[in-house]
Nanobody, 133 residues
Framework: EVQLVESGGGLVQPGGSLRLSCAAS????????MAWVRQAPGKGLEYVST????????IYSDSVKGRFTVSRDNSKNSLYLQMNSLKTDDTAVYYC??????????????????????????WGQGTQVTVSS
């Protein structure tokens, strides 16, 4: 059974930091390109970041570039998202995800289109991040 379990969300003040983790099981994690996707209240899905299966290439949405860092540890089947300088606009449910197509995910991000549920092969249950004073 495929499982992606996120943790690390919570309530943080603007300017603060959080580190999200995702534990993967049930599939060949080290062979999969991965992503973080978020959904803010009343908005569509947004790719936040992608990372190749070896971790050598990462891409960020313009909205988080320079503030968020994605990483992975294939020896632990884990994906991470370090979020710094958080803003109220970062409030969302964050999902660990395996896109069906890494190239399509990048195209979606660079075109600033919303992601579609059908773009994602595997989803986690999500973790809530709330940025508020």
């Amino acid at each position: 059974e495929v499982q992606l379990v996120e943790s690390g969300g919570g309530l943080v003040q603007p300017g603060g930091s959080l580190r999200l983790s995702c534990a993967a099981s049930g599939f060949a994690f080290s062979d999969m390109n991965m992503a973080w996707v978020r959904q803010a209240p009343g908005k569509g899905l947004e790719y936040v970041s992608t990372i190749t299966y070896g971790g050598d290439s990462t891409i960020y949405s313009d909205s988080v570039k320079g503030r968020f860092t994605v990483s992975r540890d294939n020896s632990k089947n884990s994906l991470y998202l370090q979020m710094n300088s958080l803003k109220t606009d970062d409030t969302a449910v964050y999902y660990c995800a395996a896109p069906r197509s890494h190239a399509a995910a990048i195209a979606t991000m660079t075109s600033r289109r919303p992601a579609q549920h059908s773009d994602i092969l595997y989803w986690g249950q999500g973790t809530q991040v709330t940025v508020s004073s």
